[in-house]
């Protein structure tokens, strides 16, 4: 691991092993819905970044990976319920965040596991996840939605269509995907820009949260593939 990711990596390496507690602490924790799998989570997302942008003294992206969203989280408990889908095989998770996803496919006995992110952050957060979990998953931060060939037999995504922009590009890498041979799966949490056709839905779970700025501790989170 190089430049940005590396030198995230060594700041929630520094974050994890300082003393103290409070809401701009991460903590591992286990995840709501997947209680198999403990990631460090925020206390309060929105807090921590305030404090690690004043730290720093520039923006940072916002830290989607210290939060379990409930598309990661339906998916991962997709997974393990069901872990025929990743047992044996290659796994992408695309816009991995935390690597929730990532993890639960390399517990359910996949054969590799790759967790794909654009937020240094967030690569540096699937290295820590995975490690707290004694797994092996590959972190990348290559931007991949562009690119022809998913390689992997299964490629999951948890929570990526909340902006038409990102729908606009990630919806043709799946389909991509899935017509070159790779089973796709979908969670999503109603963000309203999931396509209306062309998926079927597997599952449909009541999940707990813990994004910030939500009005309910559970959201109803639907697994998808393409029909």
Known sequence: MRGAAAAALSELEREIDAPGAGLDRLRLVPTPFVPEVRLHLAEDAIVWWARM??????????????????????????????????AGRRV????????LV???????????????????????????????????????????LDSIDAAADLVVAGDVF?????ADRMLPFLQRAAAGGAEVLVGDPGRGHLPADGLTVLAD????????????SLRRVQVLRPA
């Not at 909340?162 to 990102?166: E, G, Q, T, V």
């Not at 779970?205 to 309910?216: I, Q």
């Open 205 to 216: 779970y009541p999940v707990p949260t813990t994004e910030p700025s939500v009005d309910s």
């Open 162 to 166: 909340y902006s038409r922009a990102m």
């Open 53 to 86: 942008e004043a730290a720093v003294g520039h923006a940072l992206p916002p830290p989607f990976w210290a939060s379990a969203w409930a598309g990661g989280q339906a998916l991962a408990r997709h997974l393990l319920d069901h872990p025929e889908l990743a």
């Open 102 to 144: 990532a993890i639960a496919a390399a517990l359910a006995g996949a054969r590799q596991v790759v967790a794909n992110d654009i937020d240094p952050y967030a690569v540096a957060a699937v290295v820590v996840n995975a490690r707290a979990n004694r797994v092996a998953v590959e972190a990348t931060g290559d931007d991949l």
């Open 92 to 99: 992408l998770d695309l816009a991995a965040g935390s690597g």
